[in-house]
T-cell receptor
Framework: AQSVTQLDSHVSVSEGTPVLLRCNYS??????LFWYVQHPNKGLQLLLK??????LVKGINGFEAEFKKSETSFHLTKPSAHMSDAAEYFC????????????FGTGTRLLVSP | DSGVTQTPKHLITATGQRVTLRCSPR?????VYWYQQSLDQGLQFLIQ???????AKGNILERFSAQQFPDLHSELNLSSLELGDSALYFC?????????????FGNGTRLTVT
């Protein structure tokens, strides 16, 4: 069965420093992987998606993620954090088994200090 | 703005009552999904509709039901409400049911059962 594990429940960085949010996946099939961001009292917004094309995926707001099959990882990175990046981030895997059913990770809360 | 509209934003009701949550998908999207987000369970997939037909079921209780209407809006009905049903309910839509089609989320309905 497909699943994702977000290795950190909280990540704290200073503004201007790099961001790394870790995600490992488990999938019996070639997966589709997504990162979503949720700001307080808001819905989830798609940051980026991997769909078996390029392994390095660029998303919105300067985020990118690299699909590494050998490591079953899909970590999210950003070179320089902004205060506005403070939010909850979800790694998501999609079942490629006939119908779409997203499986969400437990989320990583990113805290950005001045 | 994702283009997905959910009403109402907040709902406070008593145990044993019944409520209806409404969702209008993005223009052109045929598929609608319902998710429940709570502190202890995280994001849980409830049910999916495509062009008026139920396509997939997740962890949806028998007390809950949903439907998608010919104009593609969807309603989630929650009955015999319990305290544990208090959560944020999200609707999402996608253009189709393809694995690579990202979901676009509304801002959610916060349900409080007292």
């Amino acid at each position: 069965a497909q699943s994702v594990t977000q290795l950190d429940s909280h990540v704290s960085v200073s503004e201007g420093t790099p961001v790394l949010l870790r995600c490992n996946y488990s999938s019996s099939y070639s997966p589709s992987l997504f990162w979503y961001v949720q700001h307080p009292n808001k819905g989830l917004q798609l940051l980026l998606k991997y769909t078996s094309a390029a392994t390095l995926v660029k998303g919105i707001n300067g985020f990118e993620a690299e699909f590494k099959k050998s490591e079953t990882s899909f970590h999210l990175t950003k070179p320089s954090a902004h205060m506005s990046d403070a939010a909850e981030y979800f790694c998501v895997v999609n079942r490629n088994t006939g119908f779409q059913k997203l499986v969400f990770g437990t989320g990583t809360r990113l805290l950005v200090s001045p | 703005d994702s283009g997905v509209t959910q009403t109402p934003k907040h709902l406070i009701t008593a145990t044993g009552q019944r409520v209806t949550l409404r969702c209008s998908p993005r223009s052109g999207d045929l598929s609608v999904y319902w998710y429940q987000q709570s502190l202890d369970q995280g994001l849980q997939f409830l049910i999916q509709y495509y062009n008026g037909e139920e396509r997939a079921k997740g962890n949806i209780l028998e007390r809950f039901s949903a439907q998608q209407f010919p104009d593609l809006h969807s309603e989630l009905n929650l009955s015999s409400l319990e305290l544990g049903d208090s959560a944020l309910y999200f609707c999402a839509s996608s253009v189709d049911t393809g694995f690579n089609s990202p979901l676009h989320f509304g801002n959610g309905t916060r349900l409080t059962v007292t």
